[in-house]
């Protein structure tokens, strides 16, 4: 990954770090001493201060590029406006330990981004920001609505559409690899079956059988966890629903799931283990787009941000980057799959100003902030008069995505579950059981969904 992307790998770090989720049942926020509670659902506003305040934003993103964004939005006319007298204090990579630990002692931070969204919704710790928004510029039907429905949870808004947003799913290949060994690169695999075949033909080796190429890691970036903002990819490939909103039963011990586990594993078999291991331990060769950019990895499973991100990190990559529909089963051919996703501004509950900061929300949103994460991060929001003036052709492969935005068949929403942090973590350690052949793939479904449903009883949200 770039230093653009510090973004997902470090917020998946620090989801590792907090995967015990009852820490977070105990971080409410401290109750104030002098003032009665306020009434359910209530923005408390705090007075103004003649002086002014401190506000600040904490962020799991992080980079150079990140930061410089920053600079250039606190230098807009209209930021120091809504900021008024305030100070602005912005702080990036922040592990979510740390957040925890603030929330814990009763000295959040003002608001977040890519934080543990619905963690924290579930757990008290956020604002609810109904009435912002009703008062607020931001319109629902102004945003893509899988993007702002995000941002609600039982009934309740807890956020906005924010920075980082659109579409998270696509297959991102090297079509210049691709041609060196005779595949044809307009014609992009469809089915996992024809994926496989790909892989094969595209992985190396070298004299003394260390992989030096792999054609593409199952496991990799936006096919290698679950997210609340996001989603799981094998059920946005095999296309089932493995938690249910309503009746909030889960759903991993079934033939999709088996059959997820199995595909994979197939990938993993041919490389080995230990060698697909190996080959993303070297520096700079994570599975987020370093092994991409150093074409040690000719395919990859991503979002939107991948053709724009791989732009400024290697641009001679980037000119042979292509993107297509993400593989599904061969008993789904022809399905299109795509899922809207991204991220949040969300306002923590002893924010000391959440009219200021949520008006800060709602500038990210508008032209000037868009344009700047555009042309530096090729980043995009859910806003759609904006999505609507985008010039696709800037960053090869992104065109793919504006057309599945309108021409996908299944449209993936992630479900409202609670536990979304756990869960990616035992997934990681039993797939690992899979491929070093310690589970079977029936046994690893099954284990999935017992893990699942003792940890939702134990969190008390059964």
Same mark, same amino acid.
């Given at each position: 990954?770039?230093?653009?992307?510090?973004?997902?790998?470090?917020?998946?770090?620090?989801?590792?770090?907090?995967?015990?989720?009852?820490?977070?049942?105990?971080?409410?926020?401290?109750?104030?001493?002098?003032?009665?509670?306020?009434?359910?659902?209530?923005?408390?506003?705090?007075?103004?201060?003649?002086?002014?305040?401190?506000?600040?934003?904490?962020? #799991?993103?992080?980079?150079?590029?990140?930061?410089?964004?920053?600079?250039?939005?606190?230098?807009?006319?209209?930021?120091?406006?809504?900021?008024?007298?305030?100070?602005?204090?912005?702080?990036?990579?922040?592990?979510?330990?740390?957040?925890?630990?603030?929330?814990?002692?009763?000295?959040?931070?003002?608001?977040?981004?890519?934080?543990?969204?619905?963690?924290?919704?579930?757990?008290?710790?956020?604002?609810?920001? $109904?009435?912002?928004?009703?008062?607020?510029?931001?319109?629902?039907?102004?945003?893509?609505?899988?993007?702002?429905?995000?941002?609600?949870?039982?009934?309740?808004?807890?956020?906005?559409?924010?920075?980082?947003?659109?579409?998270?799913?696509?297959?991102?290949?090297?079509?210049?690899?691709?041609?060196?060994?005779?595949? $044809?690169?307009?014609?992009?695999?469809?089915?996992?079956?024809?994926?496989?075949?790909?892989?094969?033909?595209?992985?190396?080796?070298?004299?003394?059988?260390?992989?030096?190429?792999?054609?593409?890691?199952?496991? #990799?970036?936006?096919?290698?966890?679950?997210?609340?903002?996001?989603?799981?990819?094998?059920?946005?490939?095999?296309?089932?629903?493995?938690?249910?909103?309503?009746?909030?039963?889960? $759903?991993?011990?079934?033939?999709?799931?088996?059959?997820?586990?199995?595909?994979?594993?197939?990938?993993?078999?041919?490389?080995?283990?230990?060698?697909?291991?190996?080959?993303?331990?070297?520096?700079?060769?994570?599975?987020? #787009?370093?092994?991409?950019?150093?074409?040690?990895?000719?395919?990859?499973?991503?979002?939107?941000?991948?053709?724009?991100?791989?732009?400024?990190?290697?641009?001679?990559?980037?000119?042979?980057?292509?993107?297509?529909?993400?593989?599904?089963?061969?008993?789904?051919?022809?399905?299109?799959?795509?899922?809207?996703?991204?991220?949040?501004?969300?306002?923590?509950?002893?924010?000391?100003?959440?009219?200021?900061?949520?008006?800060?929300?709602?500038?990210?949103?508008?032209?000037?902030?868009?344009?700047?994460?555009?042309?530096?991060?090729?980043?995009?929001?859910?806003?759609?008069?904006?999505?609507?003036?985008?010039?696709?052709?800037?960053?090869?492969?992104?065109?793919?995505?504006?057309?599945?935005?309108?021409?996908?068949?299944?449209?993936?929403?992630?479900?409202?579950?609670?536990?979304?942090?756990?869960?990616?973590?035992?997934?990681?350690?039993?797939?690992?059981?899979?491929?070093?052949?310690?589970?079977?793939?029936?046994?690893?479904?099954?284990?999935?969904?017992?893990?699942?449903?003792?940890?939702?009883?134990?969190?008390?949200?059964?």
């Amino acid at each position: 990954m770039s230093e653009k992307r510090l973004t997902r790998r470090d917020f998946i770090k620090s989801m590792a770090v907090t995967s015990a989720m009852g820490v977070l049942a105990a971080c409410k926020t401290a109750p104030s001493t002098t003032e009665a509670p306020p009434a359910e659902g209530e923005t408390v506003v705090q007075p103004p201060d003649e002086e002014g305040r401190l506000l600040r934003y904490w962020s #799991g993103w992080g980079g150079e590029g990140y930061s410089t964004f920053w600079d250039q939005v606190q230098a807009l006319d209209a930021f120091k406006q809504i900021l008024g007298k305030n100070t602005f204090e912005v702080k990036l990579s922040v592990g979510e330990e740390a957040i925890l630990t603030s929330v814990a002692g009763g000295d959040p931070p003002d608001t977040g981004a890519n934080i543990n969204y619905l963690g924290f919704m579930a757990r008290d710790i956020l604002l609810p920001i $109904d009435a912002l928004v009703a008062a607020g510029t931001s319109k629902k039907e102004d945003f893509i609505e899988a993007n702002w429905n995000l941002g609600i949870y039982k009934g309740k808004q807890y956020g906005i559409p924010s920075q980082e947003c659109f579409l998270q799913f696509g297959l991102n290949y090297n079509s210049k690899l691709a041609e060196e060994v005779g595949l $044809d690169p307009t014609k992009p695999p469809e089915t996992w079956d024809e994926t496989l075949d790909w892989h094969m033909k595209l992985t190396k080796k070298d004299d003394a059988g260390n992989v030096t190429r792999v054609g593409l890691n199952p496991y #990799g970036a936006m096919a290698g966890g679950l997210w609340d903002t996001s989603g799981f990819f094998p059920a946005v490939s095999w296309g089932w629903n493995w938690f249910d909103d309503a009746t909030r039963k889960f $759903d991993f011990n079934n033939e999709k799931m088996v059959d997820a586990f199995k595909t994979f594993k197939k990938f993993i078999d041919y490389v080995g283990v230990d060698n697909m291991t190996a080959l993303y331990s070297g520096e700079g060769m994570d599975d987020w #787009g370093g092994a991409y950019n150093a074409q040690a990895e000719c395919m990859i499973i991503e979002g939107y941000w991948h053709p724009g991100e791989t732009m400024f990190a290697m641009p001679d990559v980037a000119k042979v980057n292509m993107a297509s529909w993400s593989p599904v089963p061969a008993s789904r051919k022809g399905a299109k799959v795509q899922g809207a996703g991204g991220h949040l501004w969300t306002i923590f509950k002893d924010s000391k100003d959440p009219q200021t900061m949520y008006k800060i929300g709602e500038l990210l949103n508008t032209k000037e902030p868009c344009d700047i994460l555009w042309k530096s991060q090729g980043w995009l929001p859910a806003v759609k008069s904006y999505l609507d003036q985008v010039d696709a052709s800037v960053y090869p492969g992104l065109d793919f995505y504006f057309k599945s935005y309108k021409e996908a068949t299944y449209s993936y929403t992630p479900p409202r579950c609670e536990i979304y942090t756990f869960i990616y973590n035992e997934y990681v350690s039993i797939k690992d059981k899979v491929n070093r052949n310690e589970m079977t793939a029936e046994q690893a479904a099954e284990e999935l969904q017992k893990r699942a449903e003792d940890e939702y009883k134990n969190q008390g949200f059964a």
